[in-house]
Structure formats: structure tokens, C-alpha cells
């Protein structure tokens, strides 16, 4: 009794209501934002932001932005127990985001790691039956039990972490090779041949411009046989529109969508993880600034079409990848150890929530739509009678 006690307890903490709140004192930062002037610090990169490489026990993940933010002290060098008010300072501090972008990349960030991947990279469920029964209202409620609850979804994270497959990490990656078949987790390190390949596509100036990026993602989207799902292409766009948003020359987020990125800051931060001497974010980087770009990219390729580019200018490098089979779906709340009694394991079978190929059209705002998946997914599995264990 005193067990089922503490699992309602539980429940009724909730993520969405939780989710909801944090969407309203986000949009309240927004507004008070919008009248704040850029933070934007001026650091020469010595002492406590120095750079130093990773030693081979230090975490490190697939994402270049997060990684230079431990090498250079902005994050804990050794990449472990990052909590989400610590990856906000340093988003803020390091690459001048605004405080809504961080929260939005951070939140977003975890929400989508501890919970169970979006439906769109999930099998298809077939559509027969949609009744509400005894079993799938008994179903519905074992599923909002087992939803993480908030205290599991923002423990903090190692930033190896990151690299658990088809929940922030995708296919089609520019400089990291797809996840082996039947793997849980993407490789790390970054794929040399594959940054080659990224760099072909500066401009004869030396720049990487909105152009180059579009080109480049079309090229991945089409060597890894487009298995990356239409959620995971939007992260995919809001990576590199924040990077071009970040890094580019331009005096304001959204002028970059004309302005490229130098290629020798370009290349040490891809490459080596690593910001120049001296640099300093030149503006504030905003969620609606980034926003913009990623819109401005997805126009871009989708001028440029599926398949529309099958090699990098000059280099002939990777064969078209063959099918792989579905990726493995599992907790990523297994392994995650809180040290109250008062919380509940993830048991429910995901496996079999449905896709929706509408997914894509949702912005990269990244609140809603996990309170968007976090309603399709109780949705689909509503229908879902058959599910009951
Ligand atoms: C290179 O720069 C020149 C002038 O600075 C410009 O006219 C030209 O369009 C640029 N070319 C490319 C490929 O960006
Ligand atoms: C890097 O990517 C290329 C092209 O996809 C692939 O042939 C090669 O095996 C990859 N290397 C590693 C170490 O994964
Ligand atoms: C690419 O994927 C399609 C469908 O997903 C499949 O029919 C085709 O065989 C795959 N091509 C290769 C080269 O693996
Ligand atoms: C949990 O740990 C076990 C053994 O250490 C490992 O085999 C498994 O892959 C881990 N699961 C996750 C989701 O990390
Ligand atoms: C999950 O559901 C699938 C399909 O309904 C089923 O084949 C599988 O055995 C289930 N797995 C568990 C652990 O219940
Ligand atoms: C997707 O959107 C189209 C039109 O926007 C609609 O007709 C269709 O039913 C939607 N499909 C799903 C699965 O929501």
C-alpha cells in the first residue's frame, strides 16, 4: 500500500504540467529579453577557459559545441555531471546564446535524452484499433506512470550520454559515421574522411557559407539512405543553424543567413573542438534568430532537393550506405541511478507507438514539442489496447 502510495505520488509530478510551467516562464524571459542588451563576453581563451585537451578517461560527446565547451573549461573538463543549470551558464557565458535559447537547448535537450525517442523514429502502429477500451485506459495509466519523472529527466548527464542513439543524436551526421546496426549508442569520435568531406564545401573565399551547410546535409541525408526521420532532420538543421548563427561573421544572429563562417574558425572548432585566441561571440545569439536560420537552410535544401547532391565538390569519398534495420529502442533511464525510493523505472514497451510523418512541420521549438511527443506518444499507445502487459 504504502508502495502504490508513493507511484501516485510520483505521478502527479509529472513532466507535463512541469513542461507547461517552464514553457510560460520561458516565454516570459523572452519578452523581457527582447529589451536586453547581448551578453557577450571578451575572453582570450587563458587561465580558467584555457584550452586543454581531453584525457581518455574525460567524457566527451558527439556534438563539437558541447565538447569544446568542456575543453575549455566551460563545462567540467572532465565532461561528467553536467546539470542543466550548468549547460545554460555556459551556453550563455562561452557561445553568447540568449537566456531562452539556452533554456530551450538545454531543457530540450534533456527531456529528449531521458525520455523515450520521438514516435516518428518508432515502427508504425496500424490504425484498427482506435477505441477507447477498459484495457487501453488501464494501458494509458501504466504509461503516465512509467513516464520519467522530472527529477530523473534532469539528473545530470555525462557527455557521453549524448551519443545514445535517435534521441538528440541522428543519422546523417556531417562528421560523425551512423550508429552500427543493433547499436544503442553512435561513435564519439569524429569521422575524418566524413570531415574532408564537410570542408569541400567552402567557398572559394575561404568561407562556409548557409549554402555550404545546406549542400552538405543534403549530401548526408543522401549517403546515409535518408534514414534519418523527419524530427531528427529538424535537430539536424537547428545544429548547424546554430552553428552558423554562432560562429558566422555577421553582426546579428539573423544576418547570417547572408554572412558565412570563416573556414580557419570554422576548422578548429570542427575539427579540434577548439575556439581561436581571442574569440568572442559577436552578438547575442536568439531562439527566434535561430530559429530563422534553420528555416532558411530547410528552404535552401529543399531547393536543392533529396539526393540533389551526391558528392562533396572534388571528392569522391563514401558509398551510399545500405539499409539498416530499426534502431534498437531502450531506456535511457536504465542506467540512471537517483538515490530516492520514490521513483518509478520505465517499463512501458515503446516499440510499438506509431509514426507521424507530420512531425517535421512542428518549429525547433523545442518545449512544445516535447509536450507535442509527449501527447502523441500517450496518444498513440491510448489506442493501443493490445499493448496491455
Ligand atoms: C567572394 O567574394 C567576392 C567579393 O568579396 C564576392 O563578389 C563573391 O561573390 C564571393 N564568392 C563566393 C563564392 O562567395
Ligand atoms: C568514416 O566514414 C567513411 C565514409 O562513410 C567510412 O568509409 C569509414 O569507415 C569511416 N571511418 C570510421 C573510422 O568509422
Ligand atoms: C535505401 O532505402 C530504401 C527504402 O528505405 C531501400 O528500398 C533501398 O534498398 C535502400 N538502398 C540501399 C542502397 O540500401
Ligand atoms: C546499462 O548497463 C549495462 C551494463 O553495464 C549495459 O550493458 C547497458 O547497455 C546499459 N544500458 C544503457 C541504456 O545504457
Ligand atoms: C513489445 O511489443 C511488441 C509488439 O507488440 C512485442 O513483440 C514485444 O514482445 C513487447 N516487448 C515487451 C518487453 O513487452
Ligand atoms: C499530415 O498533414 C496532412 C495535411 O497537412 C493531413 O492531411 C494528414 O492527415 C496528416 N497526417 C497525419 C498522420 O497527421
Known amino acids: 500500500m504504502a508502495f502504490l502510495l508513493r507511484i501516485s505520488r510520483t505521478a ?55 565538447n569544446t565547451l568542456a575543453n575549455h573549461g566551460y563545462l567540467p573538463r572532465d565532461g561528467k ?9 555556459a551556453l550563455k557565458s562561452a557561445y553568447g546564446a540568449t537566456t531562452p535559447l539556452a533554456w530551450v537547448l538545454t531543457y530540450g535537450g534533456y527531456f529528449l535524452l531521458r525520455n523515450p525517442p520521438p514516435p516518428a523514429s518508432l515502427p508504425s502502429l496500424s490504425p484498427s484499433s482506435l477505441s477507447l477500451s477498459l484495457s487501453s485506459l488501464s494501458h494509458l495509466a501504466h504509461v503516465a506512470k512509467s513516464l520519467p519523472t522530472l527529477r530523473k529527466v534532469l539528473a545530470p548527464l555525462d557527455l557521453s550520454d549524448l551519443a545514445l542513439h535517435n534521441h538528440i ?66 535537430v539536424a538543421r537547428g545544429e548547424v543553424a546554430l552553428v552558423l548563427g554562432i560562429f558566422g561573421s555577421a553582426l546579428t544572429d539573423t544576418g547570417n543567413i547572408n554572412a558565412g563562417i570563416d573556414m580557419p574558425l570554422f576548422r578548429t572548432w570542427f575539427a579540434d573542438n577548439r575556439l581561436p585566441a581571442g574569440w568572442a561571440p559577436k552578438h547575442a545569439q536568439t531562439l527566434l534568430g535561430t530559429v530563422e536560420i534553420s528555416k532558411a537552410i530547410r528552404g535552401v535544401m529543399e531547393r536543392i532537393g533529396r539526393g540533389g547532391v551526391r558528392e562533396a565538390p572534388g571528392v569522391h569519398v563514401v558509398e551510399k ?12 533511464l536504465a542506467n540512471v541511478s537517483v538515490s530516492s525510493s520514490s521513483t518509478v523505472s520505465i517499463t512501458s514497451n515503446v516499440s510499438a507507438v506509431s509514426a507521424n510523418p507530420n512531425l517535421s512541420k512542428a518549429e525547433a521549438l523545442f518545449p512544445l514539442y516535447a509536450v507535442d511527443v509527449q501527447d502523441k506518444i500517450v496518444a498513440s499507445i491510448w489506442g493501443a489496447g493490445q499493448l496491455v502487459e
Open 169 to 234: 543524436e541522428h543519422d546523417a551526421s556531417l562528421a560523425h559515421s551512423n550508429a552500427p546496426p543493433h547499436s544503442l549508442y553512435a561513435p564519439v569520435s569524429t569521422n575524418h574522411t566524413l570531415l574532408d568531406q564537410l570542408f569541400a564545401f567552402a567557398t572559394p573565399n575561404d568561407t562556409f557559407t548557409l549554402s555550404s551547410i545546406a549542400r552538405a546535409r543534403v549530401l548526408r541525408e543522401y549517403q546515409s539512405n535518408h534514414s534519418i526521420d523527419p524530427f531528427h532532420a529538424e
Open 12 to 66: 502527479s509530478l509529472s513532466l507535463k504540467p512541469l513542461l507547461i510551467l517552464s514553457l510560460l516562464v520561458f516565454l516570459l524571459t523572452l519578452v523581457s529579453q527582447a529589451r536586453t542588451h547581448p551578453h557577450v563576453t571578451n575572453d582570450a581563451f587563458t587561465g580558467t577557459h584555457a584550452f586543454i585537451l581531453p584525457s581518455s578517461s574525460d567524457s566527451r560527446s558527439p556534438c563539437p559545441a558541447l
Open 321 to 332: 550506405e545500405r539499409d539498416r534495420p530499426a534502431p534498437i529502442i531502450a531506456s535511457p
Open 81 to 89: 555531471n553536467i546539470t542543466p543549470s550548468h549547460l545554460v551558464h
